[in-house]
Every structure is written in structure tokens, then in C-alpha cells.
């Protein structure tokens, strides 16, 4: 027990700073996903074809959110280490090197959806149904992205300002940004969707300008915050030049190309599996779209979790303290497998009854109770993988997070559920609980990898010498 205890419990002190970054995220993740709950109630009560075509729009801007998330998890490496080894301007130039990233991911995002807009939408409606309903699900859908453009550029900067704050330490900031944002999505969704207080019932239009609205605001309390307090002044006089050094951009471009091609290939995947589940109906989009919204509000936790992660282990990379970023990552594992077992419980008792919320037919809303009974009896396992992955990052083993993530992805994952739906007769909730299983398998690979130790790594050390490390 006493062995135990070492490896797996920490003391006041640790819990104190693991607090001190989880719950502000927990908090904002939190009332953003429960917004988006709501959010996906008040549209699934316009119908299930407007709940589908937003669900499939969605699914296109999940890939671009994560090849942002993508494009600056390089950077974050660094920043994180950076600000261990209390290397402000290094991390001023890592901010930079995020602006330039996220800037050409967003152009090259919206001219891709402004050209092949309509063929995209189509790959998720060749499921059993009728043909008018698939018609009218497309109608739906290229009238939320249309509105939803103008909504990247605000998304891209929030996200560069909301991971460095992260990376160094402040998660309050983000937090109270993104609950601003969501509000400001809340109110927008009541006022514009169904046109209450004499606002025009714009429908799916509404519910895009909403957020649209929503994330100028949470990029406006973001950048007028750090301008005006001294307490973030690394991040002041950033737009005076956007000069970086050229050794960091190669290094950072170096182990950055890795995460971001995971990124784009790990959500590319999850949008795959979902075209592969539809070719079952075309009410599996209404059901895994309802399971999606409900399950982000529980993974908030191992979300948060992985935060801690990154953060906690990358101060103590980048200060040279790898024998206490060793101590720690077993300790955050283990939390973060004990929250998410008492969390998937709770989330399996309220399964059967947030689908009821939603205006659609009963076969899809059974459906959705059971992807989410699925997805909280995998939870536990999901958090430590998602740990796993994050503590690969922290150390700058990004060829091997790369590997974990997106080829566990695609060379079993997709695979499987491919051949589970294209050469079996097996209904969608078998082959769902045997495709997510396979998370199992991953789990495990996860768990060998942060043991063989091959993370532990300070690779802002000695400057020019960080480039020089191999992965």
C-alpha cells in the first residue's frame, strides 16, 4: 500500500496546482458544452433535418478547429518549457510562430469549404432514407456554413491567445472569456433561432450568427484583458514585428509537423467513422449527433486532465526536473482514470433521458442513449489515453504522438469499422461498441509508451542545442 501510494497519490501541494489548472478549465469547458447542449436542443426542436445538416456542418468545422488545435500544439511545446526555463521573449517568438500557423490554416480552411462546400456535406447523406430528407439535410447544412465563415478567423486567434495563457500557467482568463462566449451564444441562439423579443426566427441562420457573435466577443475580452494587465506583459508589444528566429521556426516547424499532421488526420479519422456509422441510416447522424453533445459535457474532465498534463509536466521538462516530471505523470494518470470512472458512471445513469429533450423520432433518440451508455463505460480508458498523449507532446516525442494518435487511428481503427459495416451484417450498436472498444488496445499502447520513459526531455535547454535533439 505504501508503494502505491508513492506512485499514485501526491500531496497538498501537488493537488493545489493540478487544482489550479483543472478547475478553470473543467468550469469553462463545462458551460461551453452545456451551452452547446442547449444549442442542440433548440435546433433539434426545428426538426431532424435541421439538426442533421448543422450536425454534418459541424463535423466540417470540427476538422478545422483541430487542425488549429494542431498547428499550435507544436509551439506549445515550447511555450510551456519556455516559460519553466522563465524565457519570456522565447516565449513571445513561440506566440508568433502560433500567428503564422493559424493564419495560413485558416485561409487554406476557407477556401476549401467555399469550393467543395456541397460535395462535402453529400458524403454523410449516402445512408438508407429518404432521398427528399437528404436534400433537405443539405439545403440545412450549406446554409449554417455559409453564415459560420466569418467565425474562423476570431476562432484562430482566441485559440492562440487561449493556449499560451495555458501553457504558462493562467487558465482564469480563458475561462472567463469562454463563459462570456457562451452566453453571448446562448442568448443569441434564444433571440435569433425562434425569434423571441421581436428578433426575425432566422432557424439554422440564427443559431450561426449566434456563435459567429459569440467568438468576437470571447476574442475581444481575451485581447483587451492581456493589453491592459501587466501580469501578462509577455504578451504585450507580440504585433510589433512578427519576425520569429529562425532556429525556433525550423525547430518548432521540425516537431510541429508531426502534431499538426496528427491533427488533421486524427479528425479527418473521427469524421470518417462517423460517414462509415451513417451508411447504416441516415437517423444515425441525429443520434450520434445528440451522443456527441452529451458526452463532451462529461469529458470535460479528463479534458481539463490533460491540460494539467501539459502544463504540470512541461514546467518540469523545461526547468530540468525530470525526475519530478516522472513522479508526477503517474499521479495525473491515476486521478484522471479514478474522476473519469465516478464521472462515466453518473453519465450512464443519465443516459436514457437527455435524448428525450430533442424533437426527433424515438428510433433515433433509443439510439442515443446507447452510444452514450457506450461512451461512458469507455470513459475511464479514453482519459488515459488521453493523458498518455499529452505527456508524449510535453516532452517533444512528437513523431511518436503521431504514431500513437493518428496511425492507431487509421491503420486499426477505421479499418475495423469499415469492415465491420461494409462486410458484416451486424446492426449500428454492435458494431459501435466493438468499433470504440478498440480504444482498449490503445489504452495499453499509451501506458507502455509513457513507462518506457522516452518523453523525458528538456528541449529548450542549452537554445540552438534544442533543435538538435532527435525524436
Not at 504578451?235 to 514585428?241: A, D, G, N, S
Not at 499532421?261 to 473521427?270: A, F, H, P, Q
Not at 516525442?397 to 479499418?415: G, H, M, R
Request: charged share 15%.
Amino acid at each position: 500500500m505504501g508503494k502505491f501510494r508513492r506512485t499514485f497519490i501526491g500531496d497538498r501541494a501537488f493537488y493545489r496546482s493540478v487544482r489550479l489548472i483543472v478547475v478553470p478549465v473543467i468550469i469553462q469547458h463545462s458551460v461551453t458544452n452545456f451551452v452547446s447542449l442547449l444549442d442542440n436542443i433548440m435546433v433539434g426542436q426545428l426538426g431532424t433535418a435541421q439538426m442533421s445538416g448543422v450536425a454534418i456542418t459541424n463535423q466540417l468545422l470540427f476538422v478545422f478547429a483541430l487542425c488549429i488545435f494542431g498547428g499550435l500544439s507544436g509551439p506549445g511545446i515550447f511555450t510551456a518549457q519556455y516559460y519553466g526555463a522563465g524565457d519570456m521573449e522565447g516565449l513571445r517568438d513561440t506566440f508568433r510562430v502560433k500567428l503564422w500557423f493559424v493564419g495560413a490554416i485558416t485561409l487554406l480552411t476557407g477556401a476549401a469549404l467555399i469550393i467543395w462546400h456541397s460535395p462535402l456535406i453529400r458524403l454523410f447523406l449516402t445512408g438508407q432514407g429518404d432521398p427528399a430528407q437528404a436534400e433537405r439535410m443539405l439545403g440545412f447544412g450549406e446554409e449554417y456554413l455559409a453564415w459560420m465563415l466569418p467565425g474562423l478567423i476570431p476562432f484562430a486567434l482566441s485559440m492562440s491567445y487561449a493556449t499560451t495563457l495555458r501553457e504558462s500557467g493562467e487558465a482564469v482568463l480563458p475561462m472567463k472569456a469562454g463563459i462570456a462566449a457562451v452566453l453571448t451564444n446562448l442568448v443569441g441562439n434564444w433571440l435569433l433561432i425562434f425569434g423571441n423579443l421581436g428578433f426575425p426566427a432566422l432557424g439554422v441562420k440564427g443559431a450561426a450568427i449566434a456563435t459567429v457573435a459569440s467568438r468576437f466577443v470571447e476574442l475581444g475580452v481575451l485581447m483587451g484583458t492581456v493589453a491592459r494587465t501587466g501580469r501578462f506583459s509577455y504578451l504585450h508589444h507580440v504585433y510589433r514585428r512578427l519576425r520569429v528566429p529562425r532556429e525556433l521556426l525550423l525547430s518548432v516547424a521540425r516537431r510541429g509537423a508531426p502534431l499538426f499532421l496528427n491533427e488533421v488526420l486524427w479528425s479527418l479519422g473521427m469524421t470518417a467513422l462517423t460517414q462509415a456509422y451513417s451508411v447504416r441510416a441516415l437517423l444515425v447522424l441525429s443520434a450520434l449527433n445528440i451522443s456527441t453533445t452529451v458526452t463532451n459535457l462529461f469529458n470535460v474532465f479528463f479534458f481539463g486532465m490533460g491540460n494539467a498534463v501539459a502544463v504540470l509536466i512541461g514546467h518540469s521538462l523545461g526547468a530540468g526536473k525530470l525526475r519530478k516530471a516522472e513522479d508526477e505523470v503517474w499521479k495525473l494518470f491515476f486521478l484522471s482514470f479514478a474522476m473519469c470512472v465516478v464521472i462515466g458512471g453518473l453519465m450512464a445513469a443519465f443516459s436514457p433521458l437527455f435524448p428525450e429533450l430533442y424533437n426527433i423520432e424515438q428510433e433515433a433518440r433509443a439510439l442515443a442513449s446507447r452510444f452514450i451508455l457506450i461512451s461512458a463505460v469507455l470513459m475511464p480508458f479514453h482519459a488515459v489515453s488521453h493523458a498518455s498523449y499529452f505527456t508524449l507532446r510535453s516532452g517533444g516525442s512528437t513523431v511518436l504522438t503521431f504514431l500513437f494518435d493518428s496511425a492507431f487511428t487509421w491503420l486499426l481503427l477505421i479499418p475495423a469499422t469499415w469492415a465491420l459495416v461494409h462486410w458484416t451484417d451486424l446492426a449500428i450498436l454492435p458494431v459501435y461498441l466493438l468499433s470504440q472498444s478498440l480504444n482498449v488496445v490503445k489504452t495499453a499502447i499509451g501506458i507502455a509508451l509513457v513507462r518506457s520513459g522516452v518523453w523525458r526531455r528538456n528541449i529548450v535547454a542549452a537554445g540552438e542545442a534544442a533543435a538538435s535533439l532527435q525524436d
